[in-house]
């Protein structure tokens, strides 16, 4: 079983505006889920899924330096603390990102039961939800 | 489904639960509930109880000879764990193919 998970992904913009999408607030909720985040060490942010039944995250930001955030993961109302962290490299014309998600192994036992129950609907509801969210607003425009 | 898996993360959850299911994975042969008991020193109702709960989750399957009951692991179930563990993974894919097109989005407006 993955205790960490490492995700890759080149994208064909700047460095910086992917920072800025994954740092400024406003640009975390068009895409992934609606924040209220600062990119400032000590700063307690929280997600919410515009879904129902989907629970909310909450954390602290453990390092905001250009181009490196990381900050602490933990679903609403479940004890396992987990650690996300996102790493950008200047390709030139792209940019690498490198997404880190640690401490999964800290969902066990009772903790994973009350993490599991907490979904309801599943995530896939919260992610499908959110694509919907944004084909509607990119239509809308 | 959601069941299910509530019923094999209680079965796991427990310390000697999985050392019970492991001393079956690794056993030769199906283990009798007297077996299990003196390798556990425990009682036998204390064994019944966690076989029930491991039998409950499909995690382990019983078979009579006799007047005994034999008891052997049957490890499928946890694929179903794993793979929900692995959930998190199909998650920040997701994520990350949205952050793609959000981008794509905001460069063509």
Redesign the interface.
Known sequence: ??KT?T?E?V?N?SID??WN??TNAE?IS???LKADFKAEVGYKYVFNSSEKNCSAIIGEVLEANPYTLTYTWIVKDTPAITKVTWKLENLGNATK?Y?E?SG?EN????T??AM??SFNG??DNC?NG??TY?KEE?NA? | M?DN??KL??A???PTRRDIFHALVIATSALSITQISNQFLMTRQGVTKHIKILNDAGLVQMKEDGRNRFCFADPKPLKEV?K?????????????D??????K?K?D?
């Not at chain 1, 969902?107 to 009772?110: F, I, K, N, P, Q």
């Open positions: 079983m993955n998970i995700k992904k994208f913009h505006q992917i999408a994954i640009e068009a895409w992934f990102l997404l998600h999964i969902y066990v036992g009772d994973a039961i599991f129950e599943g995530w992610i959110l694509s944004l990119v425009r | 959601q898996i509530t993360f209680k796991i959850a427990d794993n929900w563990m692995q959930f998190y993974a199909q998650f920040w894919d997701d994520s990350l949205n952050l793609d097109n959000y981008l989005t460069k407006a």
